[in-house]
């Protein structure tokens, strides 16, 4: 309650000083300084960037029991950041909103093993990609599921929205009502385990994981060659290309420097490609 109020009388502070001093950039700085009563807003460059992640996708990003949002993608980014001279915090973002908040301004970048597709880059601009990934089946282990055509006739759960959910529509048909999207990939997974879907198709990695964490799930995987390699990338807003430029130039300088193959093999335990 009451860091609400210091909060609050702090805004009204900072407001009254943007409104004294009419400077435009007051209104895009955020009221963290914790006793500043007469502190000038941070320049421009030195506001903290706010990445919005759906942190329900381990190994890439999930909140450990502290509350911290860890992952592959967290520390990809930290480092990226730490190159590229940037500050960044973490936000849980929904996969559901994520890409309006993107756009709204709500968040300056995105990572989220997000695949680029054609039809993203139309509202976002992409960083290189920072990883390759692919989309791989989940059945039961008593499944005669061999391929992905197998799956055609089944109910198959999908995270609403993810690329995931785009082959599954090809598929199946786009509007079949025998696709299940869920918010997230491990509610898919849940409804695998409870039989309410046959089927999960999602990426490779967070698959992976879950089966191997949920042994008495009893799930096996099921690749299929005809699913196309996808590239994750860092989403920032269209047309920031400033932004965009110095997240490159930091993913280089991390593959560069040997940071980015240790960060991998933290998380996936093999030589980065
Ligand atoms: N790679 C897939 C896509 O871009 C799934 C990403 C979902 N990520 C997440 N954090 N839930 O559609």
């Known amino acids: 309650m009451s860091g609400i109020a210091i909060n609050r009388r702090f805004a009204l502070a900072a407001t009254s000083l943007c409104v004294a001093f009419a400077i435009a950039a007051c209104s895009k700085q955020e009221s963290t300084t914790p006793t500043g009563t007469s502190a000038p807003p941070a320049p421009a460059a030195a506001r903290v960037l706010v990445v919005g992640t759906d ?16 992952g592959f993608d967290i520390d990809v980014v930290k480092a990226v950041a730490q190159k590229a001279g940037l500050e960044v915090k973490f936000v849980n973002t929904p996969w559901e909103g994520i890409f309006n908040a993107l756009d709204q301004g709500d968040r300056d970048l995105l990572v989220s093993a997000i695949t680029i597709t054609d039809e993203r880059r139309q509202t976002m601009d992409f960083s290189q990609p920072y990883f390759d990934a692919r989309q791989l089946i989940a059945v039961k282990s008593d499944s005669p599921v061999a391929k992905f055509e197998d799956i055609k006739d089944m109910k198959v759960g999908v995270q609403n929205g993810t690329t995931g959910d785009e082959v599954v529509g090809k598929l199946l048909g786009k509007s079949s009502t025998a696709i ?19 089927a999960v198709v999602a990426d490779n990695g ?31 807003k269209k047309g920031n290309a400033e932004l965009l430029a110095r997240i490159n130039q930091g993913l280089e300088g991390i593959r560069a420097d040997g940071t980015y193959a240790k960060i991998y093999a933290s998380h996936f335990g093999a030589e980065a490609k």
């Open 55 to 70: 942190a329900a996708y381990t190994p890439f990003e999930s909140q450990n029991d502290k509350g911290e949002i860890v």
């Open 180 to 198: 299940k999207r869920f918010e997230s990939t491990p509610l898919a997974l849940k409804e695998l385990e409870a039989g309410g879907v046959q």
């Open 206 to 236: 967070v698959v992976v994981h879950y089966i191997a964490n949920n042994t008495e799930g009893g799930f096996k995987t099921v690749s299929d060659a005809g699913f196309p390699v996808e590239k994750y990338g860092i989403a920032v």
